[in-house]
Every structure is written in C-alpha cells, then in structure tokens.
C-alpha cells in the first residue's frame, strides 16, 4: 500500500518556540494532505485540510496564524506549530489521499509534541 | 459538514463472544465508510471499509454493514480474541479527493480470557 512518513516522531519544546512538523507521501503524488490533532484517549479531530500550491482550508476554531501549513510540493506538507504552549501538546497525525485507489487514505505514523 | 456519531464509547466482552459498534452519519453525500483500529500512541490502521453500492462486506472475523437510508454503518468481530483489544473509530468521507474522514469518537473494545 501507498506509504506517507512523517518526522519527527517525537519532540519536545520550550514554550515560545515554533515546531516544524514534514509529512510525505513516500510512493505516490498527494495534492491534498490533511492533518488531524488527537488528545489522550480522544478522537482524530481534523484541523486543516492542505492543498498543494495554495492556502489551506481550516476548520472551525483553528488558528490559522498559530498552526501554519504549506504544502509546498505533491509530496510534502509541513505544519509548523508557531509560539508553541502546553496546551498545543498533543498526537498530531497527518494523512493522504492516493487518488490512483480513489477512496483509501493513509496515516502517517504521527508526532507527539509536548511543550514544557 | 459531516459528524459521525459512534456507540458505546466502552465495550467489554468475553473472548469468543461478539463486539459490535455502531455509527451514524449526517451528510447523505458520504459515500465511504472506513473503520480503524488505533493501538496507543500508533496510526489508525484500517480494518475494513465499505462503500454506499454495498450493503455489507466480510473479512474473516470482521464484517460492516450500511444502511444509506438510514445513514448508519456497523462494525461487526465474531469470535473476538484478546488481540483485538484496542480503541475502533468509524469514519465518514467522499470520494472526493478535497474531503477528509470525519472520524467517531471511538469505541474501547475489552476482550478479556
């Protein structure tokens, strides 16, 4: 099956900074990418869905200025985490759609970011 | 936009007993319905899925069926092993390539020996 990888799997950060976070689509082209955020023994809760060479689309209650996203080419997305919290700590998940199998998506194995 | 409603939140069942776990949609646009099993701190992996021409699939010990009139879908495990322990999410989505899965809120299967 189709393979997306994101880094780094893990990372820890000072409150202030900003935290970069790539996801790839290893063995296919993705114009879309979509990223989800999940709390401890929550669901996946969509953020932002991320559109090659243009703005990504929000949802309700995101902030587009603090959770930055660029999807710079058909196989990367970046989201980058800007004047990092605790509260920002969570599981953050990005996913791809293979549009040669139309409905499937694939999970990239996600990044545990906790802020101190 | 879409939300998926998923019941029980918790379920505990004997080893060799069923599980079964349920989800409604609201757009009636979706048209394909993926359930994952999540293990701690790991990726969803898919189990099975079904698509809105069907009205049920089967995978071994696993099966989902959907009723669009209804806009519901469920997920069946026959014979469950404690191996199947995990946290199950329904999701909702269209074929189209713009549209993300909208997850359910998940279900803690317990199988205990």
């Known amino acids: 099956g189709a393979v997306v990888s994101q880094h780094p799997s893990r990372v820890i950060c000072k409150s202030g900074t900003s935290v970069k976070i790539e996801c790839r689509s290893l063995d296919f082209q993705a114009t879309t990418m979509f990223w989800y955020r999940q709390f401890p023994k929550k669901s996946l809760m969509l953020m932002a869905t991320s559109n090659e060479g243009s703005k990504a689309t929000y949802e309700q209650g995101v902030e587009k200025d603090k959770f930055l996203i660029n999807h710079a080419s058909l196989t990367l997305s970046t989201l980058t985490v800007t004047s990092a919290h605790p509260e920002d700590s969570s599981f953050y998940i990005c996913s791809a759609r293979d549009l040669d199998r139309s409905y499937e998506q694939y999970f990239g194995p996600g990044t545990r970011l906790t802020v101190t | 936009g879409e939300n998926v409603e998923q019941h029980p939140s918790t379920l505990s069942v004997q080893e060799g007993d069923s599980a079964v776990i349920k989800c409604t949609y609201s757009?009636?646009?979706?048209?394909?319905f993926p359930w994952y099993k999540q293990e701690l701190g790991k990726r969803p992996q898919l189990i099975i899925d079904i698509r809105s021409n069907v009205g049920e699939k089967k995978d071994q010990r696993i099966a989902v069926t959907l009723n669009k009139t209804a806009k519901h879908f469920s997920l069946h495990i026959t014979e469950t092993q404690p191996e199947d322990s995990a946290v199950y999410f329904c999701a909702a989505t269209t074929n189209q390539a713009g549209t993300a899965l909208i997850f359910g809120k998940g279900t803690t299967l317990s199988v205990s020996s």
């Open positions: 757009d009636s646009a979706s048209n394909y």
